[in-house]
């Protein structure tokens, strides 16, 4: 019996003292944390994609905390709601951002670009790059082994088997960059996401001269410049034989589309604009051909 | 007999198939493409625009900066464009084109065909001379040769070693060089002695070549080329890598990167380069051809020639034949050789051979799992962990692959080759050496900041 209450008691001694010296220690080597960016770290989406710069969504939240200007610290994932919800709660002023979506820029399918040569290596986009252009000759085109899909990790790309080339789902994508960084090839761009996930874009990247691209490619920019020609909003510029729509100056009127030889400017969630009918031949310009012919 | 310490496989040499045929001089083509980059460093400048005529050595191409090398008109006529070109991968270069018109040499070129052996030129002239001529090391890594043969001030070369391995299975084009052109090998060999300051010199030459071996001992004797010897080694690939060699012919090994073979003593140059370097020390003659190998066991006939760079594949691939189905064409051997996509791509420096395998012999095995039976380990002649790099790259983990020290990794291709999963191993490695080796190269470029 008397062993028994003398270890009870030991114990409980022990646990004692043992208690007053660690709440000393405590004390003494204390860390203070601002308990506000365990708060902000809630408010945002946990992905730790590292879309905004940072480590993960623990470091973004220091940040926010610990900064007093917010203005540059964007989390594309959360988007604009909880951010300024998240500037309202620390006091700042929250970081203003058009929301974006991921695009691929690439339109060369299998019917298009046919495929050349028969690859049989690792099934990696890096991999390819490092060996040579690709299966279908085109240097600058989706090699469509989806080392972006694997990259995301909102599932939001998708590998169809049948254009051999990867999809983007507007509404899952959170405009992270993960997709940019991993594509060698550097097909992805962050463009305006508008309403109704509508987008107008130039899909091919190849700088290689118009005979040089419609040998390997039906889809691809030749660089003919007509779309430049016909935007009325000088959205549209050609560099080394290949246009760029601006998606800060495009106001999604369409009018490229239809000039656009080979069909390289995409357009989605959107319908062409109806083509202009020929104007009827008048008599002067009959007259005209058949002195001509 | 000799071999290197540790690692290396046995592949079936698969030399049979063109070992016999005697070097073709074939007839110069009628338009020749010329790169501006056939070897490691900065691209040379194009020196000649669309319209220019241009006579056979003439320099077209100038290097831009010490690691780089000068290129030369292969053909006389008029340059034709200057433009970008698919290489044989199918990737953009800039080349030069050439439209032949007869076959006019620059003034300068000694054609006779008598060997000029008496070399009284200063080792700075000689190194001058191989810059001027544009030579790079022909065994396929087309590293500038003047830069290797460039002894820095604190360190001291004891032995030139000679690499007449050609262990890639398949090619043929040195050991031809050495039944054929031996009193050149030698006399180029004695030159680059002669360059670097030193009396010794082993001509490495694997046992499965023993008429090369016999004929460099028989010419060595009769014509008493002193201080050069050959050293027949036991066959392993890849004995013909420039560590390998240095560490199966002197028992040394040379430290990892960025420490040299010069810091151990030994300078390598390959039998192709030595008579490369033969040519235009003696008689003037810049690198404008070399000799290739065009080799398979499905070709109608198999052959090795002495052919002009620029060059279309395509003419090589006429003229042997290629197979019905399904064909690998190959820039090199079936180990390191490079998948040549685009056959209107030119005949390079570098290419030692041209290799067609039919689709059945090139096909990979389904890819399994990693057993971890460490195969690729044993196999790995840098004692690297091929498995764990590979996998490393895969995950990106660039850090612990440099930590791995996957920039040691020489691409010989023994662990894919060994792996009985079929493991595309050496695919991932490469990813994870080039990035790493961008890594290292921005990092010291902004501590130079």
Not at chain 1, 62 to 69: G, I, Q, T
Request: proline fraction near 6%; hydrophobic fraction near 35%.
């Amino acid at each position: 019996m008397n062993e028994l209450l003398l270890t009870v008691l030991t114990l409980s001694l022990l646990g004692a003292v043992l208690a007053v010296v660690l709440y000393f220690v405590a004390q003494k080597f204390k860390v203070y944390e601002d308990p506000r960016i365990d708060d902000v770290e809630k408010m945002l989406p946990g992905a730790n994609c590292g879309g905004c710069g940072f480590a993960g969504c623990r470091a973004m939240s220091e940040a926010l905390v610990s900064r007093d200007n917010i203005a540059s610290l964007y989390c594309p994932v959360a988007g604009g709601e909880v951010m300024t919800s998240i500037a309202n709660f620390l006091g700042k002023t929250a970081p203003e951002k058009t929301p974006q979506v991921a695009t691929m820029r690439c339109g060369g399918t299998c019917q298009k670009r046919p495929k050349v040569n028969h690859y049989d290596g690792a099934l990696s986009c890096a991999v390819v790059n490092t060996f040579y252009v690709g299966e279908s000759g085109c240097a600058f085109g989706c090699i469509g082994y989806g080392d972006c899909v694997a990259a995301c990790q909102f599932g939001a790309l998708t590998l169809n088997e049948e254009t051999g080339l990867v999809e983007v789902d507007a509404d899952k994508c959170t405009a992270c960059g993960a997709c940019v960084k991993a594509c060698p090839k550097g097909l992805f761009e962050l463009r305006k996401k508008w309403p109704k996930n509508r987008a107008i874009y130039v899909a091919c990247r190849s700088k290689n001269k118009g005979a040089v691209v419609s040998k390997v490619c039906k889809a691809g920019c030749i660089g003919c410049g007509k779309c430049a020609k016909v935007c009325p909003f000088g959205a549209i510029t050609v560099d080394n034989f290949l246009a760029y729509i601006d998606p800060e100056k495009c106001k999604l009127c369409r009018k490229c589309v239809n000039e656009c030889p080979t069909g390289a400017i995409h357009i989605e969630n959107m319908e062409r604009l109806p083509k202009e009918p020929k104007p009827a031949p008048t008599v002067e310009s009959k007259v005209e051909t058949a002195k001509n012919e | 007999m000799r071999t290197f310490p540790i690692g290396g496989i046995h592949p079936h040499d698969n030399k049979e198939w063109s070992k016999d045929k005697a070097i073709e001089i074939l007839e110069l083509p009628d338009e020749a493409k010329i790169p501006m980059i056939q070897h490691i460093g900065a691209p040379s400048n194009p020196v000649v625009k669309k319209g220019d005529k241009v006579l056979t050595g003439q320099l077209i191409g100038q290097s831009t900066g010490y690691v780089s090398a000068n290129i030369h008109a292969t053909i006389s006529g008029t340059v034709t464009a200057v433009d970008a070109y698919p290489n044989g991968q199918g990737q953009r270069r800039l080349m030069v084109v050439i439209k032949r018109e007869g076959d006019e040499w620059m003034p300068e070129i000694d054609r006779t065909p008598d060997h000029k052996r008496e070399c009284t030129l200063a080792p700075n002239e000689i190194i001058d001379k191989i810059r001027e001529a544009g030579i790079v090391g022909l065994g396929g890594a087309q590293f500038p040769t003047h830069v290797k043969l460039s002894v820095p001030n604190d360190q001291k070369a004891e032995l030139v070693i000679i690499n007449g391995v050609e262990c890639e299975p398949y090619l043929t084009s040195d050991y031809r060089n050495m039944v054929e052109r031996a009193e050149m090998i030698l006399t180029g060999t004695e030159i680059v002695m002669r360059a670097v300051g030193v009396s010794r010199a082993v001509i490495g030459v694997e046992n499965n070549k023993p008429d090369a071996i016999a004929h460099l001992r028989e010419v060595i004797a009769r014509d008493n080329y002193k201080g050069i010897e050959v050293m027949p080694l036991k066959m392993r690939y890849p004995q013909g890598g420039e560590k390998q060699l240095i560490a199966a012919v002197t028992g040394r090994q040379v430290p990892p990167p960025p420490a040299l073979p010069i810091s151990v003593g030994a300078v390598v140059c390959n039998v192709s380069t030595a008579i490369a370097i033969y040519e235009a020390v003696q008689k003037n003659k810049p690198l404008i051809e070399r000799v290739v190998s065009v080799t398979g066991k499905h070709l109608k006939s198999t052959h090795n020639y002495l052919a002009r760079f620029g060059t279309s594949a395509s003419r090589f691939f006429e003229l042997s034949g290629l197979p019905e189905g399904d064909v690998k064409l190959l820039n090199g051997g079936p180990m390191m050789g490079r998948s040549v996509v685009d056959t209107t791509a030119p005949l390079i420096k570098g290419c030692s051979g041209l290799t067609v395998l039919s689709g059945e012999e090139a096909a990979r095995g389904k890819e399994l799992s990693c057993i971890k039976c460490a195969k690729c380990v044993s196999a790995c002649p840098m004692g690297l962990e091929p498995y764990l790099l590979s996998k490393l790259a895969k995950m990106q983990k660039w850090d612990m692959a440099e930590e791995h020290n996957v920039v040691e990794c020489i691409e010989c291709g023994c662990c894919s080759y060994t792996c009985p999963s079929y493991l595309p191993l050496l695919d991932y490695i490469r990813i994870g050496k080039q990035t790493v080796m961008t890594n290292i190269r921005a990092r010291a470029a902004a501590n130079k900041k």
